[in-house]
């Protein structure tokens, strides 16, 4: 019967540490506003590439070079940020350094991503100078109406980007109504020999806008760019929740002169202009069960057909052959150059679709969500799927595992791209 | 006869009474939770059953009936990150992202059991009709309906303290009275400026058993705002008003 009483006391105790509040406590000294701020994050990636050897960016890419069948990468990047605020003035920087180990041995680069001055002499306005990403158009994927940024990779469309310089003035209205709110944002464009000198003819001063309106709970954003160094282009966008779990979203981009280099089967190239119009129309959706769906057909008015591409691909083939009989790889080292980007990029191509699914925190599995998406060119039925895993263990420490697989016959997009297969992981640490 | 003549007559005369005191009820609730503007700071606790925690510090402002917008102060993953609500619309920033994107408010940017409507809540009289009000001695018990289809939780039962007309508890439950998440207020706090209310929020699930999440409150203080605070354009620049 002794072993009641104390039975009885730790029955009691438990019973009443679970019905105990737990005090919290929350000091405001814990968010102390300071006006300098240092932070950013250091990250590790390695990837291992499976190559496709057959593949024509294969053979553009590693014509020189003996790799094997797959060749391994370490990546390693510190993003750091810098910023002050004082009154009105804001001064921000972001730096990038890359240092990577691949096949053709250790490399390292630092870019300056952001230097920004802002004035904000009132909520309603503020000017600001210097390298900033301007993030204009509403698609998640891709953006062809963001005529100031440089393009996204949709393969993560979520990371840090160089930006251009500019002088840019944002001036915000509210009003009562269905007319919600207006911001109108000019925006100068110089373009010289060490300013944006990538994005267009050189000395030259450019000029773009983009007008914002929240009318009837839809933002709507009306936008151009023009000026001697860039071709005139006109834009819209939207975006509208539907419902609580359904948004709508899109874009539309019309250059009435779009000039890109077409190479002919005979090695020749020639300037195609034309009327381009390229738009997006997306959705997200979101279910029951926290799965979130993202979907969105994109239309490249810039890409190229599938005779264009199937030409590219001829050539690549051609300068091959030339460079095993001869030696001589002057013929691929040319297109393997900056001249037929366009042909290599992200969307070379006419008519895609994104899809998106993520799970958010499945089997109560707090702050992970496993994810896939699929990136399809519908033109010559090419595709490459990534499932994905993020999970972040601790405080400041994310997590993520890919494998990215690409599908297609010859002669297509994925399927003459130089990689079958890429295996990834990132550590991601926060400060 | 006589004397249920006089019953019916004060039933229809209260009637109308009874209908503007529920209403006026919840308003009272609002007003004591919080002025119609404000800003405050909170930290919000997510609890794990194996004990572990992590928080998140944000920073809110509110103005009248339909515009809320917060800022993620901590931790260094999340800083930078602001949302921001205007009526049923609501958009998140990531600064790496750099553009506002539409959210919902049955999403949840913090993970865990608070989702997109708990932290940008607008005043429970904006998004909710009294249906019943039942006096239980020394406590209210509320029954909210939903306005429309597009607010977070079809039902709320609130559980108010009939002399401080503070809410001590919140049931959410879906249109068909599934319990969703109760909600527990506690550690009734003087915020200086007459506002008086409970600092620490607790919440559970029983779709999510063992977990629990915490949102405490720290500085909250009336404060007016322009209206463009509350515009996207803006939301990059929330950190000035700090």
Redesign the interface.
């Known amino acids: 019967m002794r072993w009641i009483i104390p039975c009885l006391l730790l029955f009691y105790l438990t019973a009443t540490g679970f019905a105990a509040q737990q005090e919290y406590t929350f000091d405001l000294a814990e968010v102390e506003k300071k006006p300098f701020h240092f932070g950013g994050y250091l990250e590790f990636r390695p990837v291992l590439f499976g190559l496709d050897r057959d593949s024509r960016l294969y053979k553009l890419k590693f014509y020189d070079f003996e790799v094997g069948q797959s060749t391994p990468e370490y990546n390693f990047n510190a993003l750091l940020d810098f910023s002050y605020k004082k009154g009105m003035v804001f001064a921000k920087m972001r730096t990038s350094t890359d240092i990577k180990k691949s096949y053709s041995g250790w490399s390292h680069d630092t870019n300056l991503f952001e230097a920004l001055f802002s004035l904000q002499p009132t909520l309603s306005f503020h000017l600001d100078v210097g390298k900033r990403r301007m993030r204009w158009g509403k698609g998640y994927a891709w953006n062809p109406a963001a005529f100031l940024d440089r393009p996204k990779n949709p393969n993560d469309p979520e990371l840090a980007l160089e930006g251009l310089v500019v002088l840019s003035v944002d001036y915000i209205k509210s009003f009562p109504g269905k007319l919600k709110a207006i911001t109108l944002t000019p925006v100068l464009l110089p373009v010289y020999d060490h300013v944006n000198s990538d994005f267009g003819g050189l000395k030259t001063l450019n000029f773009g806008g983009k007008i914002y309106l929240l009318v009837y709970d839809t933002d709507i954003d009306f936008m151009f760019l023009a000026g001697k160094g860039v071709p005139d282009r006109f834009g819209m966008d939207f975006s509208r929740n539907l419902a609580t779990y359904f948004e709508l979203h899109g874009e539309l981009a019309y250059t009435p002169h779009y000039s890109k280099k077409v190479f002919g089967r005979d090695g020749s190239s020639q300037q195609k202009t034309y009327a381009s119009t390229s738009y997006l129309l997306g959705m997200r959706f979101l279910t029951r069960t926290n799965l979130t769906l993202i979907l969105e057909y994109f239309r490249n008015g810039h890409g190229y057909t599938s005779s264009e591409m199937e030409d590219f691909y001829f050539l690549v083939d051609r300068a091959y052959q030339f460079s095993l009989l001869t030696g001589d790889d002057s013929q691929l080292s040319g297109l393997a150059g900056a001249e037929s980007q366009a042909y290599r990029t992200f969307a070379p191509m006419q008519n895609y679709l994104y899809l998106r699914a993520s799970q958010k925190e499945p089997w109560n599995i707090l702050y992970f969500v496993p994810s896939f998406f699929g990136i399809f060119n519908l033109t010559d039925s090419s595709f490459s799927l990534t499932p994905e895993l993020l999970y972040n263990p601790i405080t400041n420490l994310e997590l993520r595992a890919r494998v990215t697989l690409l599908v297609g016959r010859s002669e297509s997009e994925f399927g003459e791209r130089q990689n079958d297969f890429r295996l990834e992981f990132r550590g991601r640490y926060y400060f | 006869m006589k004397k249920i003549s006089i019953g019916l007559l004060s039933v229809f005369m209260l009637s109308p009474a009874l209908a503007i005191d529920k209403a006026q009820l919840l308003r009272q609730v609002d007003r004591n939770l919080n002025p119609e503007s404000f800003e405050a700071?909170r930290?919000l606790?997510?609890i794990?059953p194996n004990g572990r925690e992590?928080?998140f510090?944000l920073?809110t402002v509110k103005k009248g009936k339909d515009r809320i917008a917060a800022l993620f102060?901590?931790?260094?993953?999340e800083?930078g990150r602001s949302t921001l609500r205007?009526?049923?619309?609501?958009w998140l920033y990531?600064p790496?992202?750099?553009?506002p994107?539409?959210i919902?408010?049955?999403?949840?940017v913090v993970?865990?059991i608070f989702n997109n409507a708990d932290i940008l809540r607008l005043d429970y009289a904006e998004e909710y009709d009294v249906l019943e009000v039942k006096d239980l001695g020394d406590e209210y018990l509320l029954h909210l309906k939903a306005k429309t289809?597009?607010v977070?939780y079809d039902q709320l039962k609130m559980w108010a303290d009939k002399e401080k007309r503070l809410p001590k508890k919140i049931e959410c439950l879906t249109e068909a009275s599934m319990l969703i998440k109760t909600i527990h207020f506690?550690?009734i706090k003087d915020f200086g400026g007459g506002i008086v209310r409970p600092?620490?929020i607790e919440t559970d699930s029983p779709l999510?058993?063992g977990?629990k999440s915490?949102m405490?409150?720290?500085?909250l203080k009336q404060r007016e705002f322009?209206?463009?605070?509350?515009?996207?354009?803006?939301l990059p620049?929330l950190?000035?008003l700090?």
């Open positions: 700071y930290k606790i997510n794990e992590k928080e510090v920073f102060i901590s931790p260094a993953s800083k205007l009526d049923e619309n609501m990531i790496n992202v750099g553009k994107i539409r919902t408010s049955l999403q949840s993970g865990g289809k597009t977070a506690s550690q600092s620490v999510h058993q977990y915490v405490i409150f720290a500085g322009k209206d463009e605070v509350f515009t996207l354009s803006f620049h950190e000035s700090r």
